[in-house]
């Protein structure tokens, strides 16, 4: 079986993980091959779409018309995608595609009538077959509902809406962490919207990224015999629900028909040790030995010669100026390892357990645990996803504001966050990967942008090196740098992107407005008559500081571990509430640094002087 130069042994080759990913038979592989490679959609010899209107709305499925088996190697059938994209650039794309708007529209049942009022629904059944088939099983569950819109919504606000019950989710990854590699979003054509779903499904229905088209299909394949009978799926099909089989009435939420019903809220329990170590690889701590050793050795330094250096990256080794440093070949030889991965059994660049300081979902737990730093209130959805649902349906009950941001465990730049006040999107986004839902702040001190006279949301980005805890040393960088958002703040359309984010830098340049700490102090100040920043930059480096001890306060795994050898350098992200109040956002580790050192001659040979010279120079850092 071949087609031109690509045999099927290349198919495997490239594709094997993912046919056992998805539970695909191996039986299948060699029809699945085969369509694939002649573009074969030949689902519509084998099923029909059905539809029923009533009074509460349409109701599809998709029926066999003849009896099928699953090891039959040609019942495996593709399934295109209608549209794929990133659900941050999604509104940008129905606006420049009035025929993709026209689409979405029919396949999520949405029409220019719905947007403003009720349908008028009638009771009969409508075919796309001309033979008959029975109305669809009535254990089987319909998650196609009917579109409720606010009069103001338009018909691009009702898609981006609706399309949660219907997109689906696959990350093809080229790099460890890159553009390239985040997730994707997709909706399938118009047969594989239709398949119902079913506690008891009888197909399965799974992406595969099919690489020598560089695309995308849906395979459907069938689990149980099909006898001339509806087929469904389970739309909970996803590695959460498989981990934790007990959610699975909170992971079936987005496509509930009614209200989510308001139990009992659920007491949320401070994180355990078992919290900081489930999933995760642990970082090698030194031995006592180790420890005097280094201790030895690092009294005996010639601080007055050449630092040695060893490193991954030379953006800012090459901005040196004063401090005299020869790069090495071989780590052995070095004084210093300047490296930006994480190595977990290196002791030179990192502090042993840093993680609980800069993988979010655990300085989440670390702030909520000590009542330190001021964070706002996070979910570690992976862990705590019922106990985040309970504490948002609640609130919702309450008339509180429920806007939240949610971000991956670890990542930054931006990189697959959203903000969200709909609980069916932030339930569907844990399928793209761990995610952690943060509290929002809706009322941030905005900033009146010079260039464009927009009030925008900004944070700020400090530079914090550590070195020494227990007993904790740390310092401050007294310059730090602001990032803006582009647009007027507003909480109208929580998927602007320019209105909501303020990391640019990494996309388009020209939305960066680049300004320094005195000329940020000066208009701030203006701005806002009742900021004295001086008194401003004392909450923060408390909150700094707060963090930082809420980091050293328990031992390894829950906290930091102290070894001589190691200094730290942290990206941490400030934004300040309405009756300005700092609050902090993140800890990043080995930050990007070239704004600094682009801003600031001064920063590179700041940073190696406080870190491994013991040169404090208190005009230009400030301890915390």
Known sequence: MEFGDYRFEHFLHGHKDQLEAGGIPPELWGSLYSKLMQQTFDAGNYFRILCEETDDGRNWSVFATRNLHPIDEYNIFLIDHAWTFRPQQAREQLEEHPQLVDRMARLLDITAVSVFSPFPFIGSLLTISLSDAP??????????LCCIVNEDDTMIDAILRKMWQYIQTYTVRFKPVDEEGMPVWYIMDEFGVRISHSDTPNVRVVPLYFIPHNAAYSVVFLIKEVADEEICRDYADNILARRQPEWRRY??????????ELEEEIERQPPDENFFISGRTLDALPTDADQQLAVEALKKRDLSRPLRIYADGLQMIESLSEVKYEEVCNWRDADVLWLKRHFLSVL????PHESCLTVKDLLSAILMDQNGGEGPTCFNLNTELPLFVSYFLHRQANGLENIWIIKP???????????SNDLRQIIRLTE??????????EHPVLFPRVDNQCRVKFDLRYI???TRVRPLRAYVYNNFWIRFALNEFSLHRLDDVNTHFTVFNYGDDTKVLQMECPKFIKHIEEAHPCIKWANVQKQINQVL????????????????AKNAQSR?????DVMLKWKVQPTLLEFNFMPDCERAINYYPDFADTVFRTLFLNDINPKLVTEI
């Open 135 to 144: 109305l669809p099983r009535l254990e089987s569950v319909d998650a196609r």
């Open 251 to 260: 992971l079936m939420m987005p496509w509930l028909e009614k209200e989510f």
């Open 348 to 351: 030179f660049v990192i502090f």
């Open 409 to 419: 465990w670890n990542l930054a730049r931006g990189m697959d966050m959203f903000v």
């Open 432 to 441: 793209s990967g761990p995610k952690i839902a943060c509290k929002y702040v």
């Open 464 to 466: 914090v090196f550590v």
């Open 545 to 560: 500081r707060n963090a930082l001890d809420a980091a050293c306060h328990w031992d390894p795994p829950r906290g930091m």
């Open 568 to 572: 730290a350098m942290y990206g941490a």
